[in-house]
Nanobody
């Protein structure tokens, strides 16, 4: 089993920044993808960003390109999401997810094996 724990959420004004962190613990794993998803009230969970274990391949949803940056510390099994120029529509619960069957970066929640409990991000206008 793998446990994922997010941190770093909070309340920020529009235009501000937050940095989310996710720590993975439990069983060891090597080839993987770690991703971030978000879910706003009344909406489906949606892909935000993901990164391959080697750090060289990333993917972003169009609505965060140029504003968010994902990074990975493979040795620590930590993934980060730097969120800049935040907008009120970025308000959601943000979830960290782990895909252990890496072939390519997947953007559907069903392709991920483990999930964190989520951290709330609220952007005020």
């Amino acid at each position: 089993q793998v446990q994922l724990e997010e941190s770093g959420g909070g309340l920020v004004q529009a235009g501000g920044s937050l940095r989310l962190s996710c720590a993975a613990s439990g069983r060891t794993f090597s080839s993987y993808v770690m991703g971030w998803f978000r879910q706003a009230p009344g909406k489906k969970r949606e892909f935000v960003s993901a990164i391959k274990w080697s750090g060289g391949i990333t993917d972003y949803a169009d609505f965060v390109k140029g504003r968010f940056a994902i990074s990975l510390d493979n040795a620590k099994k930590m993934v980060y999401l730097q969120m800049d120029s935040l907008k009120p529509e970025d308000t959601a619960v943000y979830y960290c997810a782990l895909d252990l069957n890496f072939h390519s970066i997947e953007t559907m929640p069903a392709d991920y094996d483990y999930w964190g409990q989520g951290t709330q991000v609220t952007v005020s206008s």
